[in-house]
């Protein structure tokens, strides 16, 4: 217990300095770092984390992701700001730096599924397809949802903060209200071959919690108005159910190569995806919201 305690305190402490840095590239190289950890703790899970071609290929579509993100807005914040004097130039502008960031992240992927694929025919004796195609499903959902992040935090720049720790805690939240409710009055179970000590009473309790503490925090950072609270309360309890699946998720497919965690680094919890799983899900799931409903 005391190793999960000090294991869990340090990692708030370095999401604290993340945070305290968020509007500068720590932010990006920190979530291209999670990424490469959740990459190696899944490609580890399928048995490839020792194929260095492979590997190497995941590695370097999936931390480029966020760092590409980041160097494009900032050139774009930067024309913005000292160039464009004219708001079509500047809305031309900003779409131009959008396709460069489709076009390199699209040539990084196609080249990391190349070396993959040569890797493949190399070694089809040894390698499956079921291997091939889950690096390549990870390596595209992992560092896309993770770099919702850097996408949170630039989405407002007055708000960017708030904003991200808001997308953080959909999950966080929503697991902290499900333990407590499953603790005192859980009594039918979720999923029992996936994850025994869920109980629908404690989804519930993480929905309404969530629910509740977003309806709270946007209308006390914004100021509240009737459609401020129902569109955050709305968005927080969906965030939980997302954030449940993806917990799920990847439960059933550590229950099906027979892990008990993804890693180690963080001792007594576990890796990284056991940590970040139901983030993973969530993240994207906050940014659409804030972006189609406005719920700043």
């Known amino acids: 217990?005391?190793?999960?305690?000090i294991s869990g305190a340090v990692g708030v402490v370095l999401i604290g300095i993340v945070l305290f840095f968020h509007d500068t590239i720590v932010l990006p190289i920190a979530v291209a770092a999670i990424i490469a950890v959740m990459l190696f703790e899944l490609l580890r899970a399928v048995k490839l984390h020792k194929c260095m071609p492979i590997l190497l290929a995941a590695e370097a579509a999936g931390v480029s992701v966020p760092l590409i993100y980041y160097l494009t807005s900032i050139d774009k914040v930067i024309y913005d700001y000292t160039v464009a004097g004219i708001q079509g130039d500047a809305e031309f502008y900003s779409a131009s730096v959008s396709e460069v960031n489709r076009i390199f992240q699209f040539v990084i992927v196609l080249a990391a599924a190349f070396v993959i694929f040569i890797t493949w025919l190399k070694k089809h004796k040894e390698i499956r397809y079921e291997q091939v195609f889950f690096v390549l499903a990870v390596m595209i959902l992992v560092p896309q949802a993770m770099s919702t992040m850097v996408r949170i935090e630039r989405y407002d720049s007055?708000?960017?903060?708030?904003?991200?720790?808001?997308?953080?805690?959909?999950?966080?939240?929503?697991?902290?209200?499900?333990?407590?409710?499953?603790v005192a009055i859980g009594k039918h179970k979720l999923c029992p071959e996936i994850s025994p000590k869920k109980t629908i009473e404690g989804l519930m309790g993480g929905i309404l919690t969530t629910a509740i503490a977003y309806a709270i925090a946007f209308?006390?950072?914004?100021?509240?108005?009737?459609?401020?609270?129902?569109v955050a309360f709305i968005t927080g309890a969906v965030c939980a159910v997302i954030?449940?699946?993806g917990d799920l998720s990847a439960s059933m497919v550590k229950r099906q190569i027979g892990?008990?965690?993804?890693?180690k680094?963080?001792?007594?919890?576990?890796?990284?995806?056991?940590?970040?799983?139901?983030?993973?899900?969530?993240?994207?799931?906050?940014?659409?919201?804030?972006?189609?409903?406005?719920?700043?």
Do not use: E, N
């Open 219 to 230: 209308s006390c950072y914004y100021g509240f108005t009737g459609k401020r609270a129902a």
């Open 1 to 5: 217990m005391l190793t999960r305690i």
């Open 243 to 245: 954030g449940t699946v």
């Open 158 to 182: 007055q708000s960017g903060l708030f904003l991200l720790i808001m997308g953080l805690c959909g999950a966080w939240i929503a697991d902290t209200g499900a333990y407590f409710t499953g």
């Open 265 to 296: 680094i963080m001792p007594g919890h576990g890796g990284l995806m056991d940590r970040f799983d139901s983030v993973l899900f969530v993240l994207p799931t906050f940014y659409v919201f804030i972006t189609l409903f406005g719920v700043q």
């Open 259 to 263: 892990f008990k965690d993804y890693g």
